[in-house]
Structure formats: structure tokens, C-alpha cells
């Protein structure tokens, strides 16, 4: 009696230790799905990164458009106000151009009167001096025969120095109005000029507006529309940023699931370890166990040495015995999320084209037998660190 209590004893502490010594770790599979989610996550918070450090350079572009733009409008402001000095240098000028064409008009309106003077000044001198010519010589004798006394000479006398003050007056009144005329043709002949001048530089002002206009109008318009462009991207980045967000969001979910089903796996070894077992008579084994066993083998250990092979179809047959596990080996294989082959496809392709190698059958079969090369392992996997495994065969840590 006290025997076999010590030998129960030697065998609770035996699997205590085993189960202190091992750490138990998830599925090849489930440790991938987890590496590959966190890999994708970190993938995921760079190109986030990326998107975040291209939307700051896109916000210090848009701030630099819109410092241009206040400054293009503060410039367009001056503009206002160079336009609003133009536009009246232009109301001025134009009021010049129109008093001076009202100049212009008076002028050879007064050249007309200074010209029709001259004409009959004109025409007055030459009757007085056809006169002149004609009858002077007979006019003074006549005055000077006709005279009674020297008293009436006198008075004839003072009668031809006013006639020839008279002729002298006609004379000068034509000069005058020859040289008044000339005067005003140059006054007309200034005022046209200045005229010409004041036109020219009045097409001048409205040249600067328009090209003042312009100029202002078009940076304005070309900022504007660089801001919208800016703020095109601006949108889709905030959008990819938010897309990125709701995607490390989603792959966090994922990877809390999955921790949580290793979590799972790790409580299913270490119940397994401690859980109790059956003999390989007690397994019934169906039709096509065999094939299905050698496939998975094949999938999972194929080009692995022979070692390794028999490991694996005893880590599948040491399933069936847990008490743990599913008690058969289609139940086992198919168990929900255990053997990557079965998600991937691998397997289902394997077992419609029969891949299984001669070396793949006789290990499916040493393992239906019973034989085990890793003890009551339950799991394996390729190494990875911070697992202490209890076997390594080939390229597979057992544990």
C-alpha cells in the first residue's frame, strides 16, 4: 500500500516538474497568426506615420499658401489704392484733355477772327495804297493849287499828314493782326502738341491698370488654386490617416483574439500535461485515418528527416489519447484553428492528389502503433525564442 503511494507520488511530482520546466506555448500557427498581426500592425503605424509626418509638410504648405495669399491680398490692397490713384490721374487727365479741347476750339475760333481781321486789314491797305499810287500826286497839287491863302494851305496841309498818319495806322493794324494771327497759329500748334501728350499719357495710365490688374488677379487666382489643390490632399490624407487608425484598431482586436486563443492553448497543454490518458489499443481507428495521417505528416514534416516525421504523428496521436483533445484522428486534425496545412489548404491538396511518401506512411503508421519519439508532447512547432521545448528533432521543437 505505502508502495503505491509512493510511486503515485514519484508520478504527480514527476508531471509537476514537467509542467514548471516546459513553458507551453500556442500552435506553429497560432504563433504565426500572432507574429504576422503584430508585423502588420507595426507596418501599418508606419505607413500611419508616413501619412501623419506627409499631412504636418501638406498643413505647413497649405499655412505658407495662405501667409502668400494674405500677402498677395494685402498687395492687392495697394493695388486698390494704385488703381484708385491711376483711375484718377485718368478722371484728371481726361478733364485737362477736355478743357484743353475746349481751348483749342476757342483758339482757332479766335484764329478765324484774327485771320478774317487780317484779311481786312488786308484788303483795306491795298485800296490805300492803290489810292496812293493812283491819285496822291494829283490829289497834293490839287490841295496845294486850290488853296485861297496860305492859312487854307496850312489846313490842307494838316489834312495830308492825317491821311498819311491814317495810311501809317492801316499799315500797323495789318502788322498787328499778321502778328496776332501767327501768335494764335502757335498757341493751336502748342495746345495740339500738349494735347497728343496728355492722350499718350492717358493710354499709358490705363495700360498700368489693366497690367496692374492683371498681374494681382492672376497670382491670387494661382495661389487659390494651389490652397485647393492643397487642401484636395490634405483630405485624402486625413482620410488615409483615419483609414490606417481603423485598421490598427481592427489588427489590435485581432491580436487580443489571438493572444486570448493562445492563452487557451497554453491552459489546453498544461491541462493536457496533467490530464489522464488512454492506451493506443483503446483508439478504433476508421477507414482512411491512415491516409489522412500520412498527408498531414507530409504537410507538415515532409521534408523533414524520418525522426521527424514519426514526432509529428506522435504529437497527433498523443492527441487522441488526452483526454484533452478529440479522441480520433479526424477530430484531432480538423480540430478548429490547430494544424496550419488544414487552413491554408495544404492538406485538402495533398489528400486529393495523394502526396504522401512512402517514409510519410510507415511514420503515420509507427504512430498508430503507439510509438512516440517526444514522450506525451502535444504541441510543436519551429523554434522561436523564449521557448524551452522538450525535444528538438530536425527543424521542430516539441513540447
Known sequence: MKGKRKVTACIMLALLLASQTVIVQATEETRKKINQAEQEKKDTESKLNETEENLDKLNEQKNSLQGALSTLNTELSQVSNNLSELEAKITDKEAEIEALDQDIAQVQEELQTAIALKDEQYESMKQQIKFIYEKSDYLYLELFFSAGSFSDFLNKNNYIEQLSSYEEKVLQDYKDAQAAMEAKEAELQLAMEQLERDKEELGEYKVQVVAEQSRVSGLVSKTANSINATDSQISEAEAEALAYEKRIKEQEENITALKAKLAEEIRLAQLASQSSWRDISEVSFADGDRYLLANLIYCEAG???????????????????????????????????????????????????????????????????????????????????????????????FY
Not at 523533414?304 to 483533445?325: C, I
Not at 525564442?385 to 528538438?392: E, F
Request: with cysteine.
Open 303 to 397: 521534408g523533414e528527416p524520418y525522426a521527424g516525421q514519426v514526432a509529428v504523428g506522435a504529437v497527433v496521436m498523443n492527441r487522441v489519447l488526452s483526454s484533452v483533445f478529440p479522441d480520433t484522428v479526424t477530430g484531432v486534425v480538423y480540430q478548429n484553428g490547430q494544424f496550419s496545412p488544414v487552413a491554408s489548404g495544404r492538406l485538402a491538396l495533398a489528400l486529393a492528389e495523394g502526396k504522401a511518401t512512402g517514409s510519410c506512411y510507415q511514420a503515420a503508421d509507427e504512430a498508430m502503433k503507439g510509438a512516440t519519439n517526444v514522450g506525451n508532447c502535444v504541441f510543436f512547432r519551429t523554434p522561436v525564442d523564449g521557448v524551452t521545448p522538450k525535444y528538438r528533432i530536425g527543424g521542430h521543437i
